[in-house]
C-alpha cells in the first residue's frame, strides 16, 4: 500500500471542561488519508468525550463547548451537531447496535436514506409518498455487504443474526454512504468472539487500503498493535503519547496506559497464607447487565483487603452484586466453610456479608428518608434490632435507633444537620458514611464495597478510603473493595485481582509493575500468571 | 448601601411566603383559597356555617377511611389505589350479609365488617399477584380492573341468591340498585356519643371510628413489616439488597389497602344511609385519589396527616358548593360538575407531576 500524505482529520490543542473539571488537557490529532488510528486509554480517560467532540454532541455545546480547533481535509470546520460531522463524512460504529430487529438488512442499511422513484400519487401529493426502489436498495446493500465480504442476504430480518453480523451490518450502513472519509470504531470487537474479530480486523485493514481513515477505540492492546499505523494514548485527559505502532511494544502501552504512581499504605505483617479462606468462589456465573460476570474463582482470605480491579464493562462490578444475590446467578461460594445460596439477599445478609453498593443512590440509599432510618432499615428487617415489644406486636424503638445513629454520626464525622435529616440532602462523601455506617450496624463479617469513591470530591475521599482501613484493622472485618480507580486498589489492598471479559485475569501485589496491571486490564498475557 | 439593603428587605419579606407556597405546594393553596372563598360566598348568601360544618364533619367520617385505603398502596410503590372498587365490592357483600342475617344497629356494622374482610383479604391477594405482573403500570391497569370487576358483579348482584325482601326485588331474582339500611345500620356511629356545640354536630362515634383506624395504620407504620412496606415503595432496589421480598410486600399493601376500602364502604354507607350496588363503586377510587392527592400526598409519598387534611378540604368544598351552587345559578348539576373538575382536575395534575419529575 502506498501511504498518503494527505491529512483528513487535524484536531489542534483540544480542550475541554465540564463544570470546572477539566476532562481533555490539549490534546492534537491528527489522522492521514487511509490510516488507521488507534486510540488507547482507561474509562475516564476522555476517549468518549473526544469523540463526541469531534460529532458535536450536544452534550459538549449544552456544557460550554470545547476550546481548540478542529480542521477537515484541510478546512477549519465548526461541527455543531451529529448531522454536520455525517454531512462531512464522518461517520461512526457504535458499541452498542442502532438497528431497528424487525426491518431487513437492506432497510436497516438504507433507513432514512431511502431509495425512491416516483409514482402518479407522488406527482400530486410530493415525495413522502414516492415509492420505495427495492431492487436499488437491494443492490447498494449487496455492495456495502460485499465490501466486507459478508455473504448474508440482504433480505433477512436483524432479529435473528448473530452479534457479529449485527456489527457487520452497522458498517455497512457506514460504508454506504458515498461520502465516507473517516470511520470512528468504538470498541467494536468488545461483544465480538475472537474469529469475528479477527475478521472485523482484516476489514478495517481493507478499508484503510481503500482510502478511508480510520480512527479505532479499544482497549484490547494486541488489536491495537496488530493494525494501527499510529496510536495515541490517553490518560486522564492527557495526551500522554503519540507514536508509530514500529516504534512502541504493547508493554510500554500497557505502562503508559496505567502509569500512576503509588503511595502504599504501611504493609501488614503476617502473611496472608497463614490466614483461613473465609469465602470461596466457583465458577460464578453473574447475568448483571454491562457487568456480565462468565467464571470467576475466587479465595479470600479472613481479615484482609482484597481488591477487584478492571475496566468497566468487563464484569468487576457483577462479582459483588451476584454473590449478594441481587442479581441472577450461577456457580457456588461458600462462606466459613458452608454453601451460601445464590440468588437469596436476605441469606446473604443474614450470614454475615454486607454490600456498599456501587449505585449508591439507587440501591444503597433511600434517598427521602432520614439519616438515621437508612443506617438502620436492614438491621431491623434482618436481624430484628432496634426494636421494642409491646405484647404480641413489636414496633421501632426510636430512642435506641436515635443512640446508634448519633454515634454512628459521631464515629464517621457524617456532616449532617442530624439523625432526622433526609439523605438526600447530603453531600456524596458523607452519603457514602451513611451506607458504611448502614452495613456497620449489620456488623458485619465480611463488607463488599463497590466503587466507594465515585462522585465524591477529593479529601472526601481519602477519608472514606481510611474508614475501611481503619474498620479492617480495628475489628479485623474483611473487606473486598471492587473500584475503576487502580491507585486506589493499590493504596489499600493486600491483593488485586484483575477482571477481563468476566473472568480473572490474574492476581497481583499491589506493588506489582504498572505494565502488569495494563496488560492485565487490556485482557492480556493471562496464561502467564 | 442603602440599595443592597432594600433588596435584602424585599428578599426577607417574600422568603417566608415561597416558603409557605414550597412546603405547602400551589395546588392545595388553591384549593384552600377555593373553600375560603366558597365559605365566604356561603355567609353572603346567609346560609348557616353551623349546617355546613356538620355536614363537613359527616362527610368526613363517611370518606376519610377511603382515602385512608389510598395510603399503603402509595406506600409499597404500586400509585393511586385505582383497584379500590375490589375493596368496596367486597365492603358491599359484607353488608348485604349482615342484612340477609337481619342484624341490626352497631352488630350489623360490625358483623359486615367482619364479613368483608376475609373476601377482601383474598381479592386484595389476587389483586396483588396481578399488580406483580404488571409493574409500572398498576394505575392504568388498576382503574379497568375496578371498572372490569364493578361491570361483571353487576351479574353477581343480580344471581347472588339473597331472599330478604328489604333488598330482594319484587319480582324475580336479585339484588336492587340501592338497598336502604334504615332500621340496620344507618348512622349507627355518626349517632354514637352525638353531641352539639354552637349549632354544629359532631359525628363522635364515626370520628372515633377513622380515628381508631388512622392510629392502627400508624401504629402499622411503626412495625418491622410496615418500615419494610415503605422501604419497597421507595426504593425497591434498597429492600432487595436488604433481603426484604419486595412483592409480597406489595401484596401485603395492596391486601391492606382492599381491606380499608371494605370497611371505607361501610362507613360511608352507614352515613349515606344505603348501600349503592351495581355500577356506583365505578368512581369512587377517584374520588378517595383526589382527596389524598390534595391533602399533599404525591404518587410516591403519602402520610396520615394527607388523608385527613385532604378528605377534609375535598369533602368542605363540595358540601359548600351545593347550597351556594344552588343559590347562585339554579342549575341543579353545577355542584357535581365542580366535582368532577376537582377531582380529576387534581388527578391529572399528580399524573403530570410525576412525568415532570421523571
Known amino acids: 500500500m502506498e501511504r498518503n500524505d494527505k491529512l483528513?482529520?487535524?484536531?489542534?490543542?483540544?480542550?475541554?471542561?465540564?463544570?470546572?473539571?477539566?476532562?481533555?488537557?490539549?490534546?492534537?490529532?491528527?489522522?492521514?488519508?487511509?490510516?488507521?488510528?488507534?486510540?488507547?486509554?482507561?474509562?475516564?480517560?476522555?476517549?468518549?468525550?473526544?469523540?463526541?467532540?469531534?460529532?458535536?454532541?450536544?452534550?459538549?455545546?449544552?456544557?460550554?463547548?470545547?476550546?481548540?480547533?478542529?480542521?477537515?481535509?484541510?478546512?477549519?470546520?465548526?461541527?455543531?451537531?451529529?448531522?454536520?460531522?455525517?454531512?462531512?463524512?464522518?461517520?461512526?460504529?457504535?458499541?452498542?447496535?442502532?438497528?431497528?430487529?424487525?426491518?431487513?438488512?437492506?432497510?436497516?442499511?438504507?433507513?432514512?436514506?431511502?431509495?425512491?422513484?416516483?409514482?402518479?400519487?407522488?406527482?400530486?401529493?410530493?415525495?413522502?409518498?414516492?415509492?420505495?426502489?427495492?431492487?436499488?436498495?437491494?443492490?447498494?446493500?449487496?455492495?456495502?455487504?460485499?465490501?466486507?465480504?459478508?455473504?448474508?442476504?440482504?433480505?433477512?430480518?436483524?432479529?435473528?443474526?448473530?452479534?457479529?453480523?449485527?456489527?457487520?451490518?452497522?458498517?455497512?450502513?457506514?460504508?454506504?454512504?458515498?461520502?465516507?472519509?473517516?470511520?470512528?470504531?468504538?470498541?467494536?470487537?468488545?461483544?465480538?468472539?475472537?474469529?469475528?474479530?479477527?475478521?472485523?480486523?482484516?476489514?478495517?485493514?481493507?478499508?484503510?487500503?481503500?482510502?478511508?481513515?480510520?480512527?479505532?477505540?479499544?482497549?484490547?492492546?494486541?488489536?491495537?498493535?496488530?493494525?494501527?499505523?499510529?496510536?495515541?494514548?490517553?490518560?486522564?485527559?492527557?495526551?500522554?503519547?503519540?507514536?508509530?505502532?514500529?516504534?512502541?511494544?504493547?508493554?510500554?502501552?500497557?505502562?503508559?496506559?496505567?502509569?500512576?504512581?503509588?503511595?502504599?499504605?504501611?504493609?501488614?505483617?503476617?502473611?496472608?497464607?497463614?490466614?483461613?479462606?473465609?469465602?470461596?468462589?466457583?465458577?460464578?456465573?453473574?447475568?448483571?447487565?454491562?457487568?456480565?460476570?462468565?467464571?470467576?474463582?475466587?479465595?479470600?482470605?479472613?481479615?484482609?483487603?482484597?481488591?477487584?480491579?478492571?475496566?468497566?464493562?468487563?464484569?468487576?462490578?457483577?462479582?459483588?452484586?451476584?454473590?449478594?444475590?441481587?442479581?441472577?446467578?450461577?456457580?457456588?461460594?461458600?462462606?466459613?466453610?458452608?454453601?451460601?445460596?445464590l440468588n437469596h439477599p436476605r441469606e446473604a445478609v443474614k450470614r454475615g456479608l454486607a454490600f456498599l453498593s456501587e449505585d449508591r443512590r439507587g440501591v444503597g440509599l433511600l434517598l427521602d428518608m432520614s439519616v438515621e432510618m437508612n443506617i438502620v432499615a436492614p438491621a431491623i428487617e434482618i436481624q430484628k434490632k432496634f426494636l421494642k415489644n409491646l405484647g404480641v406486636f413489636s414496633f421501632l424503638d426510636r430512642t435506641q435507633i436515635r443512640q446508634f445513629a448519633q454515634k454512628m454520626i459521631q464515629n464517621l464525622d457524617i456532616r449532617c444537620l442530624g439523625p432526622e435529616q433526609p439523605v438526600k440532602r447530603l453531600s456524596g462523601g458523607n452519603q457514602q458514611k451513611v451506607c458504611i455506617a448502614k452495613a456497620l450496624a449489620l456488623e458485619p463479617k465480611l463488607l463488599f464495597v463497590s466503587e466507594p469513591t465515585r462522585g465524591i470530591d477529593i479529601g472526601a475521599k481519602k477519608r472514606v478510603l481510611d474508614t475501611l482501613v481503619e474498620l479492617n484493622q480495628t475489628s479485623g472485618m474483611t473487606v473486598v473493595l471492587t473500584s475503576s480507580e487502580l491507585a486506589e486498589l493499590r493504596s489499600i489492598c493486600d491483593r488485586i485481582a484483575i477482571i477481563s471479559e468476566g473472568r480473572v485475569m490474574g492476581i497481583l501485589q499491589p506493588d506489582a509493575e504498572d505494565a502488569q496491571f495494563g496488560l492485565l486490564m487490556a485482557g492480556e498475557y493471562a496464561e502467564r500468571q | 448601601m442603602r440599595n443592597g439593603s432594600d433588596t435584602q428587605k424585599t428578599a426577607s419579606f417574600f422568603d417566608p411566603i415561597q416558603r409557605v407556597i414550597r412546603s405547602f405546594g400551589l395546588p392545595r393553596i388553591i384549593i384552600i383559597l377555593f373553600l375560603l372563598s366558597l365559605w365566604v360566598a356561603a355567609a353572603f348568601l346567609s346560609i348557616p356555617f353551623p349546617a355546613l360544618l356538620s355536614d363537613t364533619f359527616v362527610r368526613l367520617g363517611m370518606n376519610t377511611v377511603l382515602t385512608l385505603s389510598m395510603l399503603p398502596a402509595i406506600l409499597v410503590g404500586t400509585g393511586l389505589f385505582f383497584g379500590l372498587p375490589l375493596g368496596i365490592i367486597c365492603g358491599l357483600l359484607g353488608g348485604v350479609m349482615s342484612i340477609e342475617l337481619n342484624l341490626k344497629g352497631l352488630t350489623a356494622f360490625f358483623a359486615a365488617i367482619g364479613f368483608s374482610i376475609p373476601m377482601a383479604i383474598l381479592v386484595g391477594y389476587g389483586y396483588g399477584l396481578l399488580l406483580n405482573r404488571v409493574k409500572g403500570s398498576e394505575m392504568t391497569v388498576g382503574t379497568y380492573v375496578g371498572f372490569a370487576f364493578v361491570s361483571l358483579m353487576s351479574f353477581g348482584w343480580v344471581t347472588l341468591p339473597f331472599k330478604n325482601p328489604e333488598m330482594a326485588w319484587a319480582i324475580g331474582k336479585g339484588i336492587r340498585v340501592t338497598v336502604s339500611l334504615e332500621g340496620r345500620f344507618s348512622n349507627v356511629l355518626n349517632k354514637l356519643w352525638a353531641f352539639e356545640v354552637y349549632g354544629i354536630r359532631i359525628p363522635t362515634g364515626a370520628i372515633v371510628f377513622l380515628g381508631f383506624l388512622c392510629f392502627l395504620m400508624w401504629l402499622f407504620l411503626r412495625t418491622r413489616t410496615g418500615l419494610a412496606l415503605q422501604e419497597c415503595g421507595m426504593n425497591p432496589k434498597f429492600a432487595k439488597a436488604s433481603g426484604i421480598d419486595v412483592d409480597r410486600m406489595r401484596i401485603v399493601g395492596t391486601i391492606i389497602s382492599t381491606i380499608l376500602g371494605a370497611i371505607g364502604i361501610l362507613a360511608y354507607a352507614q352515613g349515606f344511609g344505603f348501600l349503592q350496588l351495581y355500577e356506583a363503586p365505578m368512581y369512587m377510587g377517584f374520588i378517595a385519589a383526589a382527596a389524598i392527592l390534595i391533602g399533599g400526598a404525591t404518587l410516591k409519598t403519602a402520610k396520615i396527616s394527607h388523608v385527613l387534611i385532604g378528605t377534609f378540604l375535598f369533602q368542605g368544598i363540595l358540601v359548600v358548593a351545593l347550597p351556594v351552587a344552588n343559590t347562585v345559578a339554579t342549575l341543579g348539576s353545577l355542584a357535581e360538575i365542580s366535582r368532577i373538575i376537582v377531582s380529576n382536575g387534581i388527578i391529572l395534575y399528580a399524573l403530570a407531576q410525576k412525568g415532570g419529575n421523571e
Open chain 1, 8 to 341: 483528513v482529520l487535524e484536531m489542534k490543542n483540544i480542550a475541554k471542561e465540564y463544570y470546572g473539571n477539566k476532562v481533555l488537557k490539549g490534546i492534537n490529532l491528527s489522522v492521514r488519508e487511509g490510516e488507521i488510528h488507534g486510540i488507547v486509554g482507561e474509562n475516564g480517560a476522555g476517549k468518549s468525550t473526544l469523540m463526541n467532540i469531534l460529532f458535536g454532541m450536544s452534550v459538549i455545546h449544552s456544557t460550554g463547548g470545547f476550546q481548540g480547533s478542529i480542521e477537515f481535509l484541510g478546512k477549519p470546520v465548526t461541527i455543531t451537531s451529529p448531522f454536520d460531522a455525517m454531512a462531512l463524512g464522518i461517520g461512526m460504529v457504535h458499541q452498542e447496535f442502532m438497528l431497528i430487529p424487525g426491518y431487513s438488512v437492506t432497510e436497516n442499511i438504507k433507513l432514512n436514506r431511502e431509495i425512491t422513484k416516483e409514482n402518479f400519487l407522488s406527482k400530486i401529493l410530493g415525495p413522502p409518498i414516492r415509492t420505495l426502489d427495492w431492487v436499488a436498495m437491494g443492490q447498494d446493500a449487496r455492495n456495502a455487504l460485499s465490501k466486507l465480504e459478508m455473504d448474508i442476504d440482504e433480505w433477512v430480518k436483524i432479529a435473528g443474526l448473530p452479534v457479529g453480523h449485527m456489527q457487520f451490518v452497522e458498517i455497512a450502513r457506514e460504508l454506504d454512504k458515498k461520502n465516507i472519509k473517516l470511520l470512528v470504531f468504538d470498541e467494536p470487537t468488545a461483544v465480538l468472539t475472537e474469529s469475528e474479530a479477527e475478521r472485523l480486523l482484516s476489514t478495517l485493514r481493507r478499508l484503510a487500503e481503500s482510502g478511508i481513515s480510520i480512527l479505532f477505540i479499544t482497549h484490547r492492546l494486541h488489536e491495537i498493535m496488530e493494525v494501527c499505523h499510529n496510536i495515541t494514548v490517553l490518560r486522564d485527559g492527557v495526551q500522554v503519547a503519540t507514536k508509530p505502532r514500529s516504534e512502541t511494544t504493547l508493554e510500554e502501552l500497557a505502562r503508559l496506559m496505567v502509569g500512576h504512581t503509588i503511595e502504599s499504605i504501611a504493609k501488614r505483617k503476617t502473611s496472608l497464607e497463614q490466614r483461613k479462606t473465609i469465602l470461596k468462589v466457583r465458577n460464578l456465573r453473574v447475568l448483571m447487565p454491562g457487568e456480565t460476570v462468565y467464571k470467576v474463582d475466587l479465595e479470600i482470605k479472613e481479615g484482609e483487603i482484597f481488591g477487584i480491579g478492571g475496566l468497566a464493562g468487563q464484569g468487576k462490578i457483577g462479582i459483588a452484586n451476584g454473590i449478594m444475590g441481587l442479581y441472577d446467578s450461577y456457580g457456588s461460594v461458600e462462606f466459613e466453610g458452608q454453601t451460601l445460596p
